[in-house]
């Protein structure tokens, strides 16, 4: 499910930001499979499931003035089963992935089913209650691990592992609305590889961003993918100018196309290669730019040769100078002049 070839797996969270709009939703999904997005997610949740009524906020209030997380999710909890099998139906017509993520195990008996795989909220990493239910459906989980110990990860994928479930991503994550730069930590995406490398199923490791595109260029999802992950989930929407706790640090279209372009050339450049291939290609610098043996001066018939007797030149069509210990001593049986190069019948 999750081994990308050409380029990471490119989840567009598209989360709430259709602000209730099914026509808004149908358009961002379009949008974001022309820029090249393997997967639209939602976000599935009734706000009385997920936060208390006095839930403080913790995003940026000069973004999203809304003072405590209840109201702000009161906001968009409007879609139905109805609106999200419309979803779905919409992106299996223009081959896109359909994924929204459970924030309550109210919703699964029928948004799992729409669903290859579920991802987990990075909020929810240490919820057992949600993640027992969402074992039970059998499909793959990507979890975020974002503001979590790696003792906290491992127990949370001991627990998956412990229910059955034997395909697992982990995404690291900042949760950080908007994360600086210098706080995207990337090098932890070594430590969960190390950590995955301790289970018996497979565990691929990816990316759950929040930098805004125009802070770093979508630098630090170029290095997170040269580190080694292989999915990418960035928060997308169709104005970024838009008030909003999305909003204002997701991607758009023309972000969007723009990094997928720069993964699908980072991903050929940082593909595994075997040996044969890497010097196919530089066949031609091989036999150019290396160097033969050639004499230094001319030299006559019976003359024994000596190391200042040679020196190496390009092109490298004749002997390698690294055999040049094989010929110090021999004695010539011919005449030769500088610049010739050296032959193996030269020489007695």
């Known amino acids: 499910m999750f081994n990308a070839t050409s380029k990471p797996y490119f989840i567009a969270e598209i989360g709430v930001n259709h602000e209730g709009s099914l026509e808004r939703a149908f358009e961002m999904i379009e949008s974001a499979a022309r820029a090249g997005a393997d997967c639209a997610k939602f976000q599935t949740y009734k706000a009385g ?8 906020a913790y995003w940026d209030q000069t973004k999203e003035p809304t003072a405590s997380q209840f109201q702000l999710f009161k906001k968009y909890d409007c879609f139905e089963q109805g609106d999200y099998e419309k979803l779905k139906q919409k992106c299996d017509e223009i081959g896109i992935d359909f994924l929204s993520t459970p924030f309550d195990t109210e919703c699964l008996c029928w948004l799992m089913p729409m669903m290859k795989f579920v991802k987990v909220a990075s909020a929810d990493l240490t919820n057992f209650l ?3 239910e969402i074992a039970t459906y059998n499909k793959p989980v990507v979890l975020s691990v974002g503001a979590s110990s790696l003792q906290e990860i491992r127990e949370t994928v001991d627990f998956i592992v412990q229910q059955g479930v034997r395909q697992i991503a982990l995404l690291h994550c900042v949760l950080q609305y908007p994360t600086p730069p210098q706080n995207s930590f990337l090098d932890r995406i070594k430590d969960l590889k190390l950590l995955a490398s301790n289970y018996d199923v497979p565990i691929t490791i990816g990316y759950s961003d929040h930098v805004p595109s125009n802070v770093a260029n979508d630098d630090q999802v170029i290095a997170a993918v040269s580190l080694g992950a292989r999915i990418i989930e960035k928060h997308y929407t169709f104005d970024k100018s838009l008030p909003g706790n999305d909003h204002y640090h997701a991607m758009d ?55 200042e007797d040679l020196i ?10 690294k055999l040049y210990q094989d010929f110090i001593g021999k004695t010539l049986r011919i005449d030769v002049i500088a610049d010739d190069p050296l032959s193996q019948d030269h020489f007695d």
Request: aromatic share 4%; proline share 5%; net charge positive.
């Open 49 to 56: 499931n997920l936060a208390a009524k006095d839930s403080p």
């Open 253 to 307: 279209e023309t972000d969007l196309s723009g990094l997928t372009t720069r993964l699908r050339t980072l991903s050929e450049m940082i593909a595994p290669v075997d040996e044969d291939t890497i010097l196919t290609a530089q066949k031609s610098a091989v036999l150019n730019a290396r160097r033969s043996l050639y004499y230094r001066s001319d030299l006559k018939l019976g003359h024994v040769l000596k190391a």
């Open 312 to 321: 190496a030149k390009r092109p490298g069509y004749g002997l390698s100078p």
């Open 130 to 132: 949600l993640i027992k």
